[in-house]
């Protein structure tokens, strides 16, 4: 068993609903709940905030712990990354979040909950990024590798056409997974 560290610690010790619990308050409520209570409109501004951002922390890191509690392995070279270098990488992302949030602040509305997109959304994500997607390319099943490049890439894993494609492949592409050697499924092209 490997020692972890960083958000791979996090993923293997505490449960799935805790996680997707976090996940759910930070992103979906937080933003409905500011933008109402702070800016006084009483919805998020874009759809792809809403639903981009929630699946893909929702699923991205769901499927990351699921890889975890069934034995899958960390990359070497992330591996070899200790908990200070976790800490060191999320702070890069949280300084990218605000050197974007300044420089683009008259340019958008400026309001609150834009900042905090920029400053704890935008980082979280570009942490999950660097840290899960090489977990999931490595140790996923073809399923997951496929489920993560459709909702990071252009989201049709949750509009009707791409779910339903990934749906209508799911008994082929639940057979044994090849873990190794990736190969790309069909069924997501």
């Known amino acids: 068993m490997q020692h972890l560290n960083g958000i791979y610690w996090l993923l293997a010790n505490v449960p799935a609903w805790a996680t997707t619990l976090v996940l759910s308050t930070g992103t979906l409520t937080a933003l409905f709940v500011g933008r109402h209570r702070l800016e006084r409109m009483p919805y998020q501004v874009s759809y792809s905030a809403q639903i981009g951002?929630?699946?893909?922390?929702?699923?991205?890191?769901?499927?990351?712990?699921?890889?975890?509690?069934?034995?899958?392995?960390?990359?070497?070279?992330?591996?070899e990354l200790d908990g200070?270098?976790?800490?060191?990488?999320?702070?890069v992302c949280v300084v990218v979040g605000l050197l974007v949030s300044y420089a683009t602040i008259e340019l958008r509305s400026g309001q609150a909950m834009d900042i905090y997109h920029d400053v704890v959304i935008g980082p979280a994500i570009a942490y999950c990024a660097f840290t899960l997607l090489p977990l999931i390319s490595t140790s996923g099943t073809d399923l997951e590798w496929g489920v993560t490049v459709r909702v990071g890439g252009d989201g049709r894993a949750y509009q009707p056409?791409?779910?339903?494609?990934?749906?209508?492949?799911?008994?082929?592409?639940l057979e044994p997974a090849r873990v190794a050697h990736r190969t790309w499924s069909p069924c997501l092209e």
Do not use: K
């Open 161 to 173: 056409l791409g779910g339903t494609r990934v749906l209508r492949h799911l008994g082929q592409a």
């Open 53 to 79: 951002e929630g699946v893909f922390f929702v699923v991205i890191v769901l499927i990351a712990e699921g890889i975890l509690a069934r034995g899958g392995t960390v990359p070497d070279w992330l591996y």
């Open 84 to 91: 200070d270098a976790h800490i060191a990488l999320m702070v």
